[in-house]
C-alpha cells in the first residue's frame, strides 16, 4: 500500500511560480468539453482533478519537503527506485520518488508532454517556495474509531449537572443559503469515504464524490492504486450506506480515478462543479474528507495562490509522479482527505484535494507518524478533472497533450531547457512531432507557452497538461542569447504506460 512521503527529499521548485491569473476572468486558457464526450453537464474545465489540463510543477530548492497525504494504514516508504534519464512517462523530480517502473522516450513518439532528462544531484541550501509536492494520498487507517472513543471517556467525568436550551431556541436557528452550515449539508450527502484494499491485504482510505447519477466517483489515482490489481474497493455514504465500486479508469499523471459504484442507488445526487478558471486569490473555500480516517469532515479556507506548479508522489518506490497546476488553499486537508471536493462558497466543485506540503516533522497526529496540515493544501482544478474524468468514463484510458520533446529537470529558474539526448538514447526532438515542426531544437530554454512564465521543466509539463491534443499554443524560447516565439499545434499521448 502507499504510504505518506514525509521526510523524502523534494524536487528542486521554481523559485518563480507561474504568474497567477489577475482576475476571475482573466483565465488563460478556456475549457470545454470535446464533442461527443460524456459526461455531467457543468461550466467550463479546467486542469486546467488526485482529482483535464495537464501539467503539474516543482518545488525551490531547499525548501522543506512535502508530505502527499498517505493512504492508511501506512508502511514505511522505500527508497525510490532509480529511473533512466529521460524516461517517460517522465521521473519525478529530483528527491520525489518514481511512480511505477517503466519507460518510454519523450522522443521517438512516446512523451506524454515535455519528458525529463534526470540532473545531476546538486548540493542543496538554496532558499525558495517549495512547489513540488509529494502527493499527499490523504488515506488514514483505522484510527477514527478509537479517537472518538477514547475522547469520549476522557471527558466523562460521571457527575455533570447540564442546562438544556428550549426546543423553541434551537428552531429558531437559521443557516441561510451561502452559509458553511448550508453547504456542508448539501455536499455531504454526495461525498464517499473510500477504501481501497490491495490483494495482498495493504490499502488504505480516502475521499471521493458522486460525478452522475450512474454511480460514477471522481477521486484521485492514489487512494485507489492499491486496488487495481485484483483489490477490493468500497464507497460508504454519510448515511452508512455502503457499496462495493470497480475502478472505470484512472490516469497516474493527472492523478485522477473514477470509480463506479455496483448496484447505485436510484437516488444520487451529483455535486454541481464550478469553474476552477474563474477562481480568485481569496475566494472561500470547503473541503470534504476522511482526515486520519476520520469521515464527513469539513474544513474551511480561501484560495491562497493559483497555477501553482506541484509536482506529487506517494512516496514508494514504485511510484511514478504525478503534476498539476493547482490551486493552493489553506483550508485543513490532511492523510484521508486526498480525492475529496474543494468546493467554493456557492457549494460548487472547483478542485479535487490532492496532496499537501508537510514541514517533514516526524510524530504527527495519526499512525505511523504522518505530519498533518500547515495550510498548504493543493487541489487539482475541476475543469481539469473534469475532462479527465469524461476521457476515463468514455474510453477507459487517458489522454494527454504533448510537445514531442525531452526537458531538463536541472535546478534552474531560466526555463526549460530541451536536453541533448531523450531517453534510451531517442532524439531530444521527437521527429515530426509538434516541437519539431515548430523548429524548436535541443539546448533551446522554453521560457513561456502562451502568456505563463515557465522556470523550470516540471512547470513547462503542468502547464502543457492544461491544455487539450490539438490546442493551439505560442512557446517562447531562447537560442543563443536570442529570443524566439513559435506556435505549434499539441499532440496527444493516450495511457499512462
Do not use: C
Not at 37 to 51: F, I, K, L, N, S
Not at 108 to 113: D, Q, R, T
Not at 444 to 467: R, Y
Amino acid at each position: 500500500m502507499s504510504t505518506e512521503n514525509e521526510g523524502n527529499a523534494v524536487p528542486p521548485a521554481p523559485s518563480a511560480p507561474p504568474v497567477p491569473v489577475a482576475s476571475p476572468d482573466a483565465s488563460p486558457q478556456a475549457h470545454t468539453t470535446p464533442e461527443g464526450t460524456e459526461g455531467p453537464a457543468g461550466p467550463g474545465h479546467r486542469p486546467a482533478d488526485q482529482q483535464p489540463g495537464q501539467g503539474y510543477p516543482a518545488a525551490p530548492a531547499g525548501a522543506e519537503p512535502t508530505a502527499p497525504l498517505p493512504p492508511v494504514p501506512g508502511t514505511a516508504p522505500q527508497p525510490p527506485a532509480a529511473s533512466p534519464q529521460g524516461s517517460w512517462p517522465p521521473p519525478p523530480p529530483p528527491g520525489t520518488p518514481a511512480y511505477a517502473e517503466g519507460a518510454g522516450g519523450a522522443g521517438g513518439g512516446a512523451a506524454w508532454g515535455a519528458s525529463y532528462q534526470q540532473p545531476v544531484p546538486k548540493p542543496k541550501g538554496r532558499g525558495g517556495l517549495l512547489a513540488a509536492v509529494l502527493v499527499a494520498a490523504l488515506v488514514a487507517g483505522g484510527l477514527g474509531g478509537g479517537l472518538g472513543y477514547t475522547l469520549a471517556r476522557n471527558n466523562d467525568n460521571g457527575s455533570s449537572t447540564t442546562v438544556s436550551a428550549s426546543d423553541n431556541g434551537a428552531a429558531q436557528v437559521k443557516r441561510a443559503p451561502g452559509t458553511i452550515a448550508n453547504v456542508a449539508a448539501k455536499a455531504l450527502p454526495s461525498t464517499v469515504t473510500i477504501e481501497a484494499e490491495g490483494s495482498n491485504g495493504d490499502g488504505g482510505t480516502g475521499t471521493g464524490f458522486v460525478f452522475d447519477k450512474q454511480g460514477h466517483i471522481i477521486t484521485n489515482n492514489h487512494v485507489v492504486a492499491d486496488a487495481l490489481d485484483g483489490g477490493k474497493l468500497t464507497a460508504t455514504f454519510p448515511d452508512g450506506r455502503k457499496y462495493d465500486a470497480e475502478v472505470v479508469g484512472h490516469a497516474q499523471g493527472y492523478d485522477v480515478a473514477v470509480v463506479k459504484l455496483k448496484n447505485p442507488p436510484s437516488d444520487l445526487d451529483p455535486l454541481p462543479l464550478g469553474d476552477s478558471d474563474k477562481v480568485a486569490v481569496g475566494d472561500e473555500t470547503i473541503a470534504i474528507g476522511a482526515p486520519f480516517g476520520l469521515s464527513n469532515t469539513v474544513t474551511t479556507g480561501i484560495i491562497s495562490a493559483k497555477n501553482r506548479p506541484v509536482a506529487s508522489s506517494d512516496g514508494s518506490a514504485t511510484s511514478k509522479a504525478s503534476y498539476m497546476s493547482a490551486l493552493q488553499t489553506d483550508a485543513s486537508i490532511n492523510p484521508g482527505n486526498s480525492g475529496g471536493p474543494l468546493l467554493d462558497a456557492s457549494g460548487a466543485v472547483i478542485g479535487i484535494n490532492s496532496a499537501i506540503q508537510s514541514s517533514g516533522s516526524s510524530g504527527g497526529f495519526g499512525s505511523g507518524g504522518q505530519s498533518g496540515s500547515i495550510g498548504l493544501g493543493f487541489a487539482i482544478p475541476i475543469n481539469q478533472a473534469k475532462y479527465v474524468a469524461q476521457q476515463l468514463i468514455k474510453t477507459g484510458k487517458p489522454v494527454y497533450a504533448k510537445i514531442g520533446a525531452s526537458v531538463s529537470l536541472e535546478d534552474s529558474t531560466d526555463g526549460a531547457k530541451i536536453t541533448d539526448q531523450g531517453s534510451g538514447g531517442a532524439a531530444a526532438v521527437e521527429s515530426g512531432g509538434p516541437a519539431d515542426k515548430a523548429g524548436l531544437k535541443p539546448g533551446d530554454v522554453i521560457t513561456k507557452l502562451d502568456d505563463s512564465v515557465i522556470d523550470s521543466g516540471p512547470t513547462l509539463i503542468g502547464e502543457i497538461w492544461t491544455h487539450k491534443p490539438g490546442d493551439k499554443v505560442t512557446i517562447t524560447y531562447k537560442r543563443g542569447g536570442q529570443e524566439h516565439t513559435a506556435q505549434l499545434t499539441l499532440g496527444a499521448r493516450t495511457g499512462d504506460s
